[in-house]
């Protein structure tokens, strides 16, 4: 059985480095409550939801959520969601809403 101190000792001996584990990172301050919305189209919600055809094919929907409402705002379903097509689709939401 090898041990910590012994694989340690072995590379000590040949001169190697042995890599040390880092700590766990600390908040870096107080944590502020999350401030809820009380008026529809106050705080949305966004979400990439994946799956694929029988065939292979693979295709995302987009969906975008009220979170004081819980509806629907947009889902938007397509093989390829490029960023300016994400982005053409919230205007489009913003002008709706």
Do not use: H
Request: with cysteine; proline share 3%.
């Amino acid at each position: 059985m090898v041990n910590r101190k012994k694989t340690y000792r072995l590379y000590r001996e040949e001169g190697l480095s042995v890599r040390r584990r880092r700590g766990r990172k600390k908040a870096s301050g107080p944590r502020a409550p999350l401030l809820t919305a009380c008026l529809p189209n106050a705080r949305e919600s966004v979400d990439f939801v994946q799956d694929q055809f029988v065939w292979g094919r693979r295709f995302r929907i987009f969906n975008v959520f009220d979170d004081v409402t819980k509806e629907c705002l947009a889902a938007v379903v397509d093989t390829s969601l490029s960023g300016r097509r994400v982005a053409r689709e919230f205007s489009a939401l913003n002008e709706r809403r």
